[in-house]
């Protein structure tokens, strides 16, 4: 960044584009911090002014998804920010699959990461890497919809980054309360099941980070939920009852955890969404799970001659954002691991969960993709839910804001 565009910043500020409650929030956080904000808020903008803010002429990082990066989403509004006040913005993408190998390269950069509850464990590598980088950094702002979706087991690499706890161990030592958990051997396994002082980690936390609601700052259309109930097959009853089908055993905890969620109901499912599709000239995004599940929705889909885009771990084809106000009659089918985050499809205005994730983050982060900031018509949701199945568990424990859990598993099917 040029020393004349420093000088310009005050007036960059000044006359920047952002929301009023864009603008409260920037000036109640620091230089470093958590923008822990709803999909559709705008976080993205919201950054590159507080970088603008902030820099003292540095580069700019943006550590992100590889789906945000491919999607191009940073990359138009630094172009946006750049024109609207014909200035130059020096930056860098980085994907979070490279974050490990490459962290080193970024010495002195300030550091944005996108979706950083991809580094919230500390252990992992890509969690080290996201630690060590912030201590090369200028400054860093970390943004998510759901950075510790899981309780305070998420919140440490934060809590290490921001200087409050050396490592992992430090924080379980003093905050961690164990019990014992007998997993088929003699000697029991300590677990965590609680945490100590949790009003000392709340006052920490909230420290370094802030929280915005959508509905405390944005007049969003409506957003409609329908429940559609299907029965349970012959084929999800004999797995339930017998373990076994065609041959298969389901004699482990994920082999039945499979069996019972794809064998659940996938021809009514099929059939109701090609009843929705063939009714409707409307955007709709599809969020399955199996590969078997895309395969059968692509062939009805190209039966109704419907425009097909796609987010997969094989392929990512969307529509160009110039063309969306044209855009009708498509269907978007996303995988949930690739495209739960970091993709914008405010083209698209039915939403069809097909089948359920277990994950509470993955849930919200997709219910996001369609009902953000851009949105200009109603939303309309369906959730597949077959009755006296794990779904109906399934989408209990993420409408209580909670992960699936193994343990939730094996409650509900008696084990």
């Given at each position: 960044m040029s020393q004349a565009l420093l000088n310009k910043r005050s007036s960059i500020l000044k006359n920047s584009i952002l929301y009023d409650f864009q603008k409260k929030l920037l000036n109640s956080i620091d230089k470093n911090y958590i923008v822990a904000a709803d999909t559709g808020t705008g976080k993205t903008i919201m950054a590159i002014y507080h970088y603008l803010r902030h820099t003292k002429g540095e580069p700019l990082l943006i550590v992100a998804p590889p789906q945000k990066i491919k999607e191009g989403g940073w990359d138009r509004d630094i172009s946006f920010v750049s024109k609207q006040h014909n200035i130059a913005i020096e930056y860098e993408t980085l994907s979070y699959g490279v974050l490990a190998k490459r962290w080193k390269d970024y010495n002195g950069y300030f550091v944005v990461y996108d979706e950083c509850h991809y580094i919230k464990n500390p252990t992992s590598q890509r969690g080290k890497a996201g630690i060590n980088l912030t201590k090369i950094a200028t400054h860093y702002l970390l943004l998510s919809a759901t950075p510790s979706s899981n309780g305070w087991g998420d919140t440490i690499a934060y809590m290490i980054m921001f200087g409050y706890y050396k490592n992992k161990t430090q924080f379980l030592k003093e905050h961690a309360i164990y019990d014992d958990m007998y997993v088929g051997r003699p000697k029991p396994v300590k677990v965590v099941s609680d945490w100590k002082d949790q009003e000392k980690l709340k006052e920490i936390y909230q420290s370094f980070s802030i929280k915005l609601a959508k509905e405390d700052c944005l007049d969003l259309p409506g957003i409609v939920f329908?429940?559609?109930?299907?029965?349970?097959?012959?084929?999800?009853?004999?797995?339930?009852?017998?373990?076994?089908?065609?041959?298969?055993?389901?004699?482990?905890?994920?082999?039945?955890?499979?069996?019972?969620?794809?064998?659940?109901?996938?021809?009514?499912?099929?059939?109701?969404?090609?009843?929705?599709?063939?009714?409707?000239?409307?955007?709709?995004?599809?969020?399955?799970?199996?590969?078997?599940?895309?395969?059968?929705?692509?062939?009805?889909?190209?039966?109704?001659?419907?425009?097909?885009?796609?987010?997969?771990?094989?392929?990512t084809a969307l529509p160009k954002k110039d063309d969306w106000n044209g855009l009708s009659n498509s269907v978007t089918l996303v995988q949930y691991m690739a495209g739960s985050a970091g993709i914008e499809l405010q083209y698209a205005n039915v939403v069809i969960f097909y089948t359920p994730t277990y994950s509470f983050q993955d849930y919200e982060q997709a219910l996001g993709r369609a009902y953000r900031n851009g949105q200009k018509k109603k939303v309309t949701v369906y959730r597949y839910i077959t009755k006296g199945t794990v779904e109906v568990g399934i989408y209990k424990a993420l409408n209580d804001k909670k992960d699936f859990t193994e343990d939730l598993f094996k409650k509900e099917m008696g084990i």
């Open positions: 329908h429940d559609i109930k299907f029965k349970a097959t012959k084929e999800y009853n004999i797995i339930s009852k017998d373990r076994v089908l065609d041959d298969e055993l389901y004699d482990s905890v994920p082999k039945l955890q499979h069996g019972l969620r794809y064998h659940a109901n996938q021809v009514d499912k099929l059939k109701y969404s090609e009843m929705l599709a063939e009714g409707t000239s409307e955007n709709i995004i599809i969020f399955y799970y199996y590969q078997e599940e895309k395969e059968q929705l692509q062939k009805i889909m190209k039966k109704l001659k419907k425009t097909i885009f796609e987010v997969s771990g094989q392929k």
